[in-house]
């Protein structure tokens, strides 16, 4: 019998996108909060890792859809950086 994946299962794997007050964009869910924490962004394999997850999870598509321009700030979790499309 194959597993069964558990609503809480889905809810962590569950990204929303939001704007803050200063007008950036806020990508929060449990996994990619996590992976961000987990993540050495001074590591170029580590960093290869987040983008491939990233486009897995269609963050662009979300955050296109919302708005985002290049050169606009994304938050996850404690990380901030600037949208490149």
Same mark, same amino acid.
């Given at each position: 019998?194959?597993?069964? +994946? *558990? ?11 939001? *704007?803050? &007050? ?7 869910? !449990?996994?990619? =909060? ?10 170029? =394999?580590?960093?290869? +890792?987040?983008?491939?997850?990233? +486009?897995?999870?269609?963050?662009? =598509? !979300?955050?296109?859809? *919302?708005?985002?321009? =290049? ?6 979790? &404690?990380?901030?950086? &600037?949208?490149?499309?």
């Amino acid at each position: 019998s194959f597993p069964t +994946r *558990r609503s809480s299962d889905l809810d962590d794997e569950k990204v929303t996108v939001s *704007r803050n &007050d200063a007008g950036d964009f806020v990508v929060s869910g !449990k996994a990619i =909060e996590k992976l961000v924490a987990m993540t050495n962004f001074n590591n170029d =394999e580590a960093v290869r +890792r987040f983008q491939y997850i990233w +486009r897995l999870k269609g963050l662009d =598509e !979300k955050l296109r859809a *919302r708005g985002i321009k =290049e050169g606009m700030t994304v938050h996850i979790g &404690d990380m901030a950086f &600037d949208y490149q499309d």
